[in-house]
């Protein structure tokens, strides 16, 4: 089956109606950047697929590739669809037609069954079909040498895989997820059941350790019956009348032993107070203060006394003073005419230095009468103050003792309310009553304490038996969880070494088949000679359960991180056309190739005519477009055959409207034969 | 020691040429032609013959058969000249002769050296013969060795396993009963 013919209307660049016809030998496309080449093979992919395969990116702000797919130049096309037109060995025709609107107008089913037979990728068909017919520029290098060593291996897998059958590799991965998330669920339950059982086992051993203190339980329902008279069954098997009895008896025992402390001091301080001593000190106190009271009485008369002399005293100290003075003065002024100035008397200077010296010893005499007067006084003020600070002090004295029996007073009315508040009744402070009280309080709190302990251990007996029971149980069903655990663990490990063993297998066939396909490669390699040093390459298609293919030339050397851009696309072109050439599910002997020279240089591009050549020669059409006429006219030369069916050249370029056209399409007519015979016959 | 022209000539009749011996001054030559190239095989007794007579061979090929290339058209362009011998060259001989192969001009030159073999040939003659591979890849019961692994790690799921109608997980209830 070849390709018939590919015509296009508003496609791309094409917005006028055009038709290829291709004949069955090749067709080769040429002209300009944007003149249409590819398109006429995109329109082949698109009508297959239904895009075009080539862009790996295929949305943008500006508009993505379905944006693109149609016309969108000046103007409106008329019509907008491509269709590829097939001729089958025996001659019948069908054409794929994918329209703007509409799509495919057969079903893909019908189309996969036309072009392939029933090995054929199902699922995938179509673009595995597109990518090991259509050798593009963008995928030489991304499909080939550049691609990881895994990825590779897939490409192999897609082109040859399906020779191999289903791929169960994805089932045997299905089993072995649901294996997987049993066997997590079933470890889930494991991990609840191990904690169930450990906190059983928490709780038998708090039991276990509570039984061991059982005693005789009639023994402490008698002991309690006689401490709390009014306790029922159903307190007794509770616990927490009992354990609130306790805690109150605890509560007043402890405030009972405070109060018994307190009357211990006040009875020490009753015993003080009505001491003799105490006594004598009190009558002692009032004794001294009745006398430093009298003192005080008697000093304050003293000093009443002194006080009426002292205004007298004041007096005559104010004349002597005055005396002096007018003294000073008579002295200072003299006799006058034999007179005394101060008092007028006829006297001698004798007699008035005699009189001024006598009146002056009179006046000193009073000056100090007056002092002695207020002497006096001082003394008995002293006298009045020293007697009152003793009758302070006398009275705090008393006050001190007096305080003593107030507060002890008061301290045995208190504690008597306080007792009285506890239930402790009696009129008198009995010590020794409140601390056999007290004594009996503590020992049947003890009492009630060790029955409570073990009426509780009663309890425990029982809460062990069903604890012991509930842990037989719990470690019953551990072990089975245990034992699914190990069951569903088993049937991991089985669907691990399934799935394993189906891709050991898938890779083991894919390997026996890559390896029938390996000696076409290789002799693909030498004909295109990528390096000239390396003529040669080898490939390990390693990897049991994740394929991987690497190539080497030389001694091991890795041709990706070695060659050339150049290089690599020509080794990437063999690995290319090697796949392309194995594929055994396809109908379609068409290959395309668009522009598969770039970056390569004359002589590897004359390399790539030759084998193009060869692989005319195994019955297959080839459509190739090329940017330079000269490769053009090389590719017509080189693939021209008699035998093997016309060519046609089809020259592309740009109408006046801007859509893309054919300038000129021209048969490639058969070379002469047997020129050299001709030649040597003619010579 | 193989009889390298006949080799050659034999190796191109193979590939559907029409060949046939022609004298020269130095040695016969294999001419051969098929319906889209025509070309020359020259054999040297040594490298260095080769590399300095090659350039000398291929004029006077040239120059005798001129008349017949200006008959050709086009096929004139796809004329081949095959320069060859069976013994080795040093390094630097080798890439020598591989340099003739990338010069252009005029014709198409194959030029190889130490051609021991028919293996040797046919590598050396590729440009002008049809693909010598063929794979042909047949379908794989990959069931039956399945199958025969299944039943090593699993009998009892060997036949549900790769059965699409059972499910995953009725499969792995069968599994699990098994266990």
Partial sequence: MRVQFVELEGFRGFKERTRFDIPPGFAVLTGRNGSGKSTVLDAIDFALTGTINKYSVRTAKVGGLDEHIWWVGEGKASAHYVAVGFSDDDQSEFVVTRRRDGGLDASDREVMARLCDSHAPANVWSNTFVQTSLIRDETISALSMDLPEQARAAAVRDAIGTMLGPDEAKRTASLLDSAEALSKEQSKRVLQAQFELSRALSGLTEARSLLEGEKDIAEAERVIRAIMPNTTDEQLTTGEALRNEIAERKRRAATLGDLVARADEIVSRRAHVESEAFLVGKNTALEKLANVRRLLESSRRALDNASSLESLANYRNNFAHRMATLLDVGEAVGLLDGHCPLCAAPRTPEEFLLAIRSSRLGVSRERTAGQDVQRERDSLSNAVRSAAAAVLDAESELNVLEEEEHRLILDEARLFRELQELGQEGSSLDLDRLRNNLLQNREETARLEHAMFVLESSTAHDRVMTLEARTVQLRDQLERENGDLAATERVVEIARRLDRAVKEVANQLLSEQFDTVLPLLKELYQRLRPHAEWSEIDTDFGGHVRASLNFTVGDGVNPQFLFSSGQRRAAGLAFLLAIHLSRPWCRLHSLFLDDPVQHIDDYRALNLAEVLSAIRKTDRQIIVAVEDAALADLLCRRLRSKRLGEGRRFDLGTSKTGSATIQEAFDVPPLPSWVLETAELSA | ?179
């Avoid at chain 2, 005798?64 to 086009?74: L, T, V």
């Avoid at chain 2, 130490?114 to 379908?139: F, G, K, N, S």
């Avoid at chain 2, 692994?149 to 009998?155: E, G, L, M």
């Fill in chain 2, 1 to 179: 020691m193989i009889d390298l022209l006949s080799v050659i000539q034999s190796s191109l009749q193979n590939a559907d040429y029409r060949t046939r011996l022609v004298s020269s001054e130095r040695s016969p030559v294999v001419c051969f032609e098929d319906d889209s190239l025509l070309g020359f095989g020259c054999i040297f007794a040594d490298p260095q013959e080769l590399l300095a007579k090659w350039r000398e061979m291929e004029t006077a090929l040239l120059a005798r058969y001129a008349a017949g290339f200006r008959r050709a058209g086009d096929k004139a362009w796809n004329v081949y000249m095959v320069f060859a011998c069976g013994t080795k060259g040093d390094a630097m001989e080798t890439r020598q002769i591989r340099w003739i192969e990338e010069d252009l001009e005029r014709t198409r030159k194959i030029a190889a050296i130490d051609l021991a073999t028919r293996e040797d040939v046919i590598r050396a003659l590729l440009p002008l013969l049809p693909l010598q591979y063929r794979p042909m890849l047949r379908p794989e019961d990959a069931a039956e060795r399945l199958k025969s692994r299944i039943q090593n790690i699993a009998p009892a799921i060997t036949q549900v396993l790769l059965d699409p109608a059972v499910s995953t997980d009725e499969v792995l209830k069968t599994l699990r009963g098994s266990l």
